[in-house]
């Protein structure tokens, strides 16, 4: 017995199918930047306000995020060199955004999958 297919695209399915993880993809990292929002230190605001501004970015295959300050990366790494930080506000820390990917990364991935997934 043989069985033979053949599958054809309908053009606006396909355009779907090619664009979806594009779409996953900056889908997951804007909705890390605004879980992470409120846990991003803020002193004067300036690192809150560009990682903001800053927005997703896309870069080659890839989006990134984070903050045009140029004192973002000693915040980012501040809680492994101090041993006891004093931060401006309850809730920020350093590694903010490993921290929401760490808490919230596999719902922000099925609400982007089930957001841009082929239906």
């Known amino acids: 017995m043989e069985v033979q297919a053949k599958v054809r695209f309908i053009r606006k399915n396909l355009q779907k199918v090619e664009q979806a993880p594009d779409k996953i993809m900056y889908a997951i990292a804007s909705a890390t ?3 992470s929002f409120k846990k991003i230190p ?7 306000q560009t990682s903001k501004a800053a927005g997703v970015r ?6 990134v995020i984070g903050s045009y300050t140029d004192y973002a990366s000693y915040i980012w790494d501040l809680e492994d060199r101090v041993q006891d930080v004093n931060w401006s506000e309850p809730g920020t820390m350093s590694h ?3 921290d929401t990917w760490k ?5 922000i ?3 982007a999958i089930n957001k841009y997934g082929i239906k």
């Not at 803020?42 to 809150?48: A, M, P, S, V, Y």
């Not at 808490?103 to 719902?107: A, Y």
């Open 96 to 98: 903010w955004y490993e």
């Open 33 to 35: 930047l605004d879980a």
């Open 58 to 63: 896309k870069r080659g295959n890839s989006y």
């Open 103 to 107: 808490k919230k990364g596999q719902k």
């Open 42 to 48: 803020k002193l004067h605001g300036d690192t809150r």
């Open 109 to 111: 991935k099925t609400e």
